[in-house]
């Protein structure tokens, strides 16, 4: 939704999944118009967040040249 912010882009993702994760909702995949009757998959899209319970989010990032990570954001739970 926000173009390529080259570098900045996992920061931007980490923000946005942190702010999922905690607000309980997932944000919306834009300029999906019609889906493959054939893919049986929940896809949240529109423009309106979908309220979804989560632990755990995973965030990929996938960079120039190959450099690739993963991270797992974890709701934090008081023992």
Same mark, same amino acid.
């Given at each position: ?16 999944? /942190? ?7 997932? $944000?919306? @995949? ?12 929940? /896809?949240?899209?529109?423009? @309106?967040?979908?309220? $979804?319970?989560?632990?755990? /989010?995973?965030?990929? @990032? ?7 990570? /993963? @991270? ?8």
């Amino acid at each position: 939704m926000l173009g390529h912010t080259c570098w900045a882009a996992p920061t931007v993702e980490t923000v946005a999944a /942190v702010l999922q994760l905690r607000a309980q909702q997932l $944000h919306p @995949s834009i300029n999906i118009d019609e889906l493959d009757p054939e893919v049986d998959l929940d /896809v949240c899209r529109g423009t @309106s967040p979908i309220a $979804h319970p989560m632990r755990i /989010v995973m965030k990929n @990032s996938f960079g120039f040249g190959g450099i690739n990570c /993963v @991270s797992l954001l974890a709701h934090y739970e008081d023992a």
